[in-house]
């Protein structure tokens, strides 16, 4: 299709930026941190960062970790877990391969077709015996049905854990996201609209997960003469810590930048047919770090791959999060819960989103152009 070249772009708009702050404000806390020559190990900064994050998260506890899929490998293996755990495929790799390297199986349940996160009523119908923790995943900061799945963990006698890596500063119910269940886990990647480049954390009220995970992140060392865990190195460096304490100074005007953009998309698109968006869970409130479509082809007149592709050639760069989903990785195909894996509105959803480009320091025309463009891609879509 033929576009005006005024409505092209003539650099790449990614999907995601990070929000980076300046070497006059990174510099002054790197030189202390290297003037007291520790960098790493639970530094001052690094404690500085627990210490504001216990307290914007509302929790008792923060482990903080070099990634968030170490978090979720060493909270499995915290909590001392065997045989399957219930939880989706429609997710990042990193959620299920935590569970497969942690000796666990997962037990795919199917998601909300609307709100995309883990159905809690199949969950209860596929628990079984030898089920001993539901993972869920509050995707694009969309809470799970945290009082439903709450139930089901309490009546089996089993932890209910969330992987939040998208839902920091996401509520619920008036409540933060970060003490819900029995430990969640964050992700501080850079593409993350809280970043401490990498890095990630765990967050728990519980005392006795929180003690067997600080002793997880450091290889098992319980003490100099005691190591009674098996561990690994999961520290985040002071380094990552100084860009999570600037990160943390700056989160409000980014939630107010990340909110007016996608109340743009939001209005912008709403008229086009054929385009689909995720549905919030009653009392929840998103981060907005995600902007994502379902491109549904008989009313759009094109399909999801064919808008990224049509997207792509104006320089718009997008993203089929998350597709394929985990049951259709290649690295499980010979795996017995992949090939049994029976989701079909996972595989409806993952075929038709598409993530749009929103991040803090995207302009409010571009995401005009961008949704004039979608809009004019639409119209001649047949
Ligand atoms: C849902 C989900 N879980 C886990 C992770 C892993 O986080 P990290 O990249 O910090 O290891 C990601 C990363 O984007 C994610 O999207």
Known sequence: MRMKTK?????????????????GELSPLIRKALKRRQVTNFGELHNQLEEGLREALG???V??????TMGLFLLLRALGLKGRVITTAFTFPATVHAVVMAGLEP????????????????????????????????????????EA???????????????????????????????????????????????TIEGGAVTTNNREIYLRLKELINFGIHSEDSVPGIGLNGKLSEIHAAFGLLSLDRI????????????CYRQMLSCVPGLKFQKSRPGSKVNNQYMTVEVLPEEFGLTRD???????????????????????????????????????????????????????????????KICGLIRSIQKNAR
């Open 306 to 368: 064919q808008l990224h592709a049509a997207l792509k050639k104006q320089n718009v760069i997008t993203r089929k999060y998350f597709y394929p989903p985990a049951h259709r990785y290649e690295c499980y195909s010979s795996s017995g819960f992949a090939r049994s894996a029976e989701l079909p509105d996972t595989d409806k959803v993952a075929e038709r989103i598409l993530c749009l480009p929103i991040y803090a320091t995207l302009d409010m025309k571009d995401v005009k």
């Open 59 to 61: 929790v008792k506890h």
């Open 63 to 68: 482990v903080l970790c070099c990634n968030g």
């Open 107 to 146: 037990l795919f349940c199917d998601i909300d077709p609307d709100d995309y996160t883990l159905d809690a009523d199949e969950a209860e119908k596929k628990l079984r015996k030898d089920v001993s923790c539901i993972l869920g995943v509050n995707v694009f900061g969309n809470p799970c049905d945290i």
């Open 252 to 263: 409000g005007p980014v939630l107010k930048k990340l909110q007016a953009l996608s109340g």
């Open 7 to 23: 409505d092209c772009f003539a650099q790449e708009v990614f999907v995601t930026r990070p929000n980076l702050p300046s070497i």
């Open 149 to 195: 799945l709450g139930a089901l963990g309490k009546k089996h006698g089993i932890p209910v854990i969330y992987d939040s890596a998208h839902a920091f500063f996401c509520r619920y119910k008036d409540k933060i996201i970060g003490g819900f269940g029995d430990a969640e886990v964050f992700s501080f990647h850079a593409t993350k609209l809280f970043s």
